[in-house]
Every structure is written in C-alpha cells, then in structure tokens.
C-alpha cells in the first residue's frame, strides 16, 4: 500500500485510506492520488499569551477535532455541506497544517465554518478542507511557527483501554507539527472501524491518548504491524515515521502490540 500522508511510503511502513486504485491488483495508485486537486485541513489552535494549553492536552485535543470532523452528519450524509470537499482531500495527499491564534484571530477565525473542540486547557477548531492554495483571508495569515508548547501537569501512563498514539522518541517536533501528526494518526484509527464501532467512541468523546513512545520500546512498535504515520519531511524533519496507533479494548479496536 501507499500513504495518503503526502507521499508515497514502503507497505510495511503505511496505512491507507480509500483511495484510487489500479485495476491489475487492486492496490493504491499514487500517480492518480497526485494528479488530483490538492487539499488541507486547516486546524486552529487557541493560543493566549497568558493561559497556553498543555502539550499533551493540545495534541490529544488535535487528534479528536479531526475524529469530529469526520464524523459530523456534514461529512457522513452523502447530501453533507462538506463531504465532496472531504472526499477530494481524501482522495488526493492528505495533507494537515496547524496554526495559531489568540484574541480577536481567535474570534474571527471562529465565524469561519468550522468545529471547535475543547480538551482540558486546549481549544482547537478544525475547518473542511481548502485547496492547497485557496485559504481563507482570516486563516492564511495566521502563524504556523510558534507553537511550542510545555506540559501544564504531569502527564501520567495512559488509561487502560484506551488507544495510543505513540510518538516517536528519536524526533523532535514543534507542537504544531506534533498535533497534524496525531490527526493524521486519529485518521488512521478512523478508517479501520466499522460504523458500530465508530459510533461507540464517538459518544466517548473520541477517547484516547498520546505519548511518547520509551526509547527502548519503539523499535518494536514500528516492527510489531501497528498503523504507523510517515511525515513526507517536507517540514521540521527528515522523511521518516512519527507515530505509531495501538488500538485499545476500547472504542478502537485496531491492533496492539503483543508484549511479552
């Protein structure tokens, strides 16, 4: 298969979404993914001087505004104000980009359509995807750098059940760029569910977790057969994998790891 994160990536290393596909073995095509419009989601995160979220709270917050956007009935109904703009990106690289805003940014951005989701501290507001060079006016001028973010509380072990998005220990990444890799993530978790099970963890709120993943243990979650997200290193970072999903009991029933 080929990844749908903005460039193709070996099958070991990938997971894809419904896409193209070549009529000899029913695989991904990526000349056709490519030769599509291109499309990005827009994410907001609220980001006062005074009062910044957490890290982990803005990353997981992320992951669960992409999750609403894709279930919203504007998305699912096929009648849906923006499931032909969701169906465009999807089919094309699906591309994600984080930006900041506070005061009245925070505001005007907020009469845009869009969804805004709340974590503990963190506010993130996902908007349907714009061509990759049609932003709106308010968005577009908005910053992308900046987001580095500290932890607010202690970030303990997570919640038995739930699914993890492992971050890779080896990188380094601004919490903007960490927060369009947990959707990318949360998507991959998406497309791997049926509609009962979809339903379920959306009257969980989209319950789950980031974290780092233990140095000592990451090796064999990329080797395990885990979704794994591979940035295309057009930012920040080299090519390479940034997130691992470990479904849990829970809402999202995807692999996890076998541990001894």
Same mark, same amino acid.
């Given at each position: 298969m080929t990844s749908p994160f903005d460039t193709p990536a070996p099958a070991s290393a990938s997971a894809s979404a419904p896409a193209p596909v070549s009529a /000899?073995?029913?695989? *991904? /095509? =990526?000349? +056709?993914? +490519?030769?599509? =419009?291109?499309?990005? #989601? *827009? $994410? #907001?995160?609220? $980001?006062?001087?005074? !009062? *910044? &979220?957490?890290? !982990? +709270?803005?990353?997981? !917050?992320? /992951?669960?505004a992409v999750l609403t956007l894709l279930s919203d009935s504007r998305v699912t109904d096929a009648d849906g104000e923006w499931a032909e703009r969701v169906e465009a990106w999807e089919d094309a690289r699906i591309r994600k980009v984080v930006r900041r805003a506070r005061g009245g940014e925070w505001r005007r951005a907020g009469e845009l359509p869009g969804i805004t989701v709340s974590g503990r501290e963190a506010e993130v507001r996902v908007f349907p &995807?714009? &061509?990759?060079?049609?932003? =709106?006016? +308010?968005l577009a001028k908005l910053q992308v750098s900046g987001t580095d973010l500290e932890e607010t509380a202690e970030v303990g072990a997570p919640e038995p059940g739930l699914p993890v998005l492992w971050l890779n220990p080896e990188l380094e990444m601004s919490a903007g760029k960490t927060m369009a890799q947990t959707g990318h993530a949360a998507q991959l978790a998406w497309w791997r569910l049926d509609e009962a099970q979809r339903k379920e963890w959306a009257e969980a709120g989209f319950a789950l977790a980031v974290r780092t993943a233990p140095a000592e243990t990451w090796e064999a979650l990329v080797a395990s057969g885990l979704p794994l997200v591979r940035d295309a290193g057009f930012t920040e970072i080299a090519p390479g994998l940034t997130v691992a999903l470990e479904g849990g009991t829970r809402y999202c029933p995807t692999p996890r790891l076998r541990r001894p």
């Open positions: /000899a073995d029913g695989s *991904p /095509a =990526p000349a +056709d993914r +490519d030769a599509r =419009p291109q499309y990005v #989601l *827009p $994410l #907001l995160v609220r $980001l006062e001087k005074a !009062t *910044p &979220p957490g890290r !982990t +709270d803005a990353l997981e !917050t992320s /992951a669960r &995807p714009v &061509p990759l060079d049609g932003w =709106p006016k +308010d």
